[in-house]
């Protein structure tokens, strides 16, 4: 900035030209911007297999008093802020807010001593002088949004310790926003917030009476266990060897590129179909159970370099919910073919498939012993979830949108990594998987899942505050530093303030832990 020291001491002259305003001066907690839900996913963190654990449990405590706005001291307003409140369905609600021309014009002046302060305009500058050189239209956008950061937490105090974690919206744009301050020297905004649903039970206190029934897997079973894990470590000592003279026969490991198409609905158009695909995919024979049922079937007898196309269609039961009942048409190449060459089981190889054992029977004996361990865990497992099914039928709530989008988002961020870890799925098929419209479809698809998981959290919840448990605190800190070890183990990404704020997440997976081993205690000793 350039003042003429020729000009009369009176008179002031202020090289011409717009300063963008410092809008980060004046940055506020959220976004303005209309938001574009589910435009990518990202995986934070290895997630268990059961969609109904415990972890699942965290999101009912982001009732709590929301970071950001509602935690931000509050400037004083030279007048009050006129805020009509409206109910809207599912625990959300709009207020509508008219900020005073006072505190518009005292917002102003702020605004207009920062500038000077910034660009080193000495307070004798008339005010039309600097507004000139910064420039009008910056002005005005940089007074706007100080009106907005400076009366947002006033206007959000009929919701503060109510409204949920990342819920709040303007919905007003900023232009409209802009426009009204600019003809009326006033700030109109709309926001919308949900807030912590209420929980009804039917009947009251009708958990005190719980019954459930467990289902146990088969797959649970410590003794089967065992041996498929026997089986697993063996196979790790064999040695891989180039099939010559033969095609593909179980307990061969193949190397496949797999390609799969599928008819429009009316029957004229081929439709790739990249999720049930893959290139350089490793497949062991022995695993054909993992596969589309007939796939193995169908690559029986294939050889090295060769290319087979046959029609399946995947079951009903299908892991991939758009994959289910889809008929494709798959063509596989065999790229590469081997055999395995195992060592003879005997004693020699124990401390291989064990270290520390001398024994076959040792190995044996100290996996079944883990497997039991594994077992037991299944079972309390199941019986959590049998319980956690029956309280979320006990109660009546509605559900913010909130919730159910940031749950929805976490089960299917679960379910790509479970798919990623038993196919190796590639960058093509992952986008493909973790599209806009894929996430939309699974959310629509699994909405009465997600909501079953979310009446879960919100009833536990409630019993928490409802019988006054207590957790010890020690627990609490061991559970953060093992949710950050967990994402240093599978090299995820972390914010570490982020993880502090999830703290009462976790804090309610021991309360609902603590509880249920009440109640399972209760009922062994009735």
């Known amino acids: 900035m350039e003042l003429c020291s020729s000009a009369p001491p009176t008179s002031f002259h202020l090289k011409s030209h717009i300063v963008s305003p410092p809008i980060s001066s004046f940055s506020l907690p959220i976004s303005f911007k209309p938001i574009e839900r589910f435009t990518s996913l990202r995986f934070p963190r290895t997630c268990h297999q059961l969609a109904n654990s415990p972890r699942n449990l965290s999101i009912c405590t982001r009732a709590s008093a929301q970071p950001g706005v509602t935690d931000v001291v509050k400037d004083p307003?030279?007048?009050?802020?006129?805020?009509?409140?409206?109910?809207?369905?599912?625990?959300?609600?709009?207020?509508?807010?008219?900020v005073p021309t006072v505190v518009c014009d005292d917002c102003y002046k702020m605004v207009l001593k920062?500038?000077?302060?910034?660009?080193?305009?000495?307070?004798?500058?008339?005010?039309?002088?600097?507004?000139?050189?910064?420039?009008?239209?910056?002005?005005?956008?940089?007074?706007?949004?100080?009106?907005?950061?400076?009366?947002?937490?006033?206007?959000?105090?009929?919701?503060?310790?109510?409204?949920l974690e990342d819920s709040i919206r303007i919905i007003t744009t900023f232009s409209e926003m802009e426009q009204t301050y600019a003809s009326l020297n006033i700030l109109r905004?709309?926001?919308?917030?949900?807030?912590?649903?209420?929980?009804?039970?039917?009947?009251?206190?009708?958990?005190?009476?719980?019954?459930?029934?467990?289902?146990?897997?088969?797959?649970?079973?410590?003794?089967?266990?065992?041996?498929?894990?026997?089986?697993?470590?063996?196979?790790?000592?064999?040695?891989?060897?180039?099939?010559?003279?033969?095609?593909?026969?179980?307990?061969?490991?193949?190397?496949?590129?797999?390609?799969?198409?599928?008819?429009?609905?009316?029957?004229?158009?081929?439709?790739?179909?990249?999720?049930?695909?893959?290139?350089?995919?490793?497949?062991?024979?022995?695993?054909?159970?993992?596969?589309?049922?007939?796939?193995?079937?169908?690559?029986?007898?294939?050889?090295r370099g060769e290319t087979k196309s046959f029609p399946l269609v995947f079951p009903d039961s299908w892991t991939q919910e758009d994959l289910r009942g889809l008929p494709c048409q798959f063509t596989v190449e065999c790229k590469e073919l081997f055999y395995r060459e195992l060592p003879e089981m005997n004693d020699a190889i124990a401390d291989k498939l064990l270290p520390g054992c001398t024994t076959i029977d040792q190995v044996k004996e100290s996996l079944l012993e883990r497997c039991i361990e594994l077992e037991q865990t299944a079972k309390n497992q199941a019986?959590?979830?049998?319980?956690?099914?029956?309280?979320?039928?006990?109660?009546?709530?509605?559900?913010?949108?909130?919730?159910?989008?940031?749950?929805?988002?976490?089960?299917?961020?679960?379910?790509?990594?479970?798919?990623?870890?038993?196919?190796?799925?590639?960058?093509?098929?992952?986008?493909?998987?973790?599209?806009?419209?894929?996430?939309?479809?699974f959310l629509e698809n699994q909405r009465d899942n997600i909501e079953n998981i979310i009446r879960q959290s919100l009833a536990v919840g409630d019993i928490f505050k409802r019988e006054n448990l207590q957790f010890s605190a020690d627990e609490l800190v061991k559970e953060v530093e093992n949710s950050v070890a967990e994402f240093k183990e599978h090299e995820q990404e972390y914010d570490e303030e982020r993880i502090q704020a999830q703290v009462p997440g976790i804090r309610l997976e021991l309360i609902a832990a603590f509880f249920l081993e009440r109640l399972i205690a209760a009922w062994l000793f009735d």
Request: charged content about 30%; overall charge negative.
């Open 77 to 98: 307003l030279p007048a009050d802020l006129l805020v009509e409140e409206t109910q809207e369905p599912n625990c959300r609600i709009r207020l509508s807010v008219e």
């Open 114 to 163: 920062e500038f000077m302060k910034l660009a080193e305009i000495p307070d004798e500058v008339p005010e039309d002088v600097v507004i000139s050189y910064i420039g009008k239209d910056g002005v005005r956008k940089a007074t706007v949004e100080a009106i907005l950061k400076r009366t947002l937490p006033h206007a959000m105090s009929s919701v503060e310790g109510r409204a």
């Open 189 to 303: 905004y709309y926001v919308v917030v949900d807030v912590a649903p209420e929980v009804k039970w039917v009947p009251e206190d009708g958990y005190k009476n719980l019954k459930i029934v467990v289902e146990l897997d088969s797959e649970i079973y410590a003794k089967t266990a065992a041996e498929q894990e026997l089986k697993r470590r063996y196979k790790t000592l064999s040695t891989m060897r180039v099939v010559t003279n033969r095609g593909l026969k179980v307990g061969d490991v193949a190397v496949l590129d797999i390609s799969a198409t599928t008819v429009g609905q009316d029957g004229s158009e081929v439709i790739d179909v990249p999720a049930a695909g893959g290139k350089g995919f490793n497949f062991d024979t022995e695993d054909g159970d993992r596969v589309i049922p007939g796939f193995l079937d169908s690559i029986i007898e294939l050889k």
């Open 383 to 441: 019986t959590d979830n049998a319980i956690l099914d029956q309280l979320q039928t006990m109660i009546e709530v509605e559900i913010p949108q909130s919730l159910f989008e940031e749950q929805g988002r976490q089960l299917y961020v679960d379910k790509l990594l479970q798919i990623q870890s038993n196919m190796k799925l590639n960058e093509e098929q992952i986008a493909a998987l973790s599209s806009p419209k894929a996430v939309r479809e």
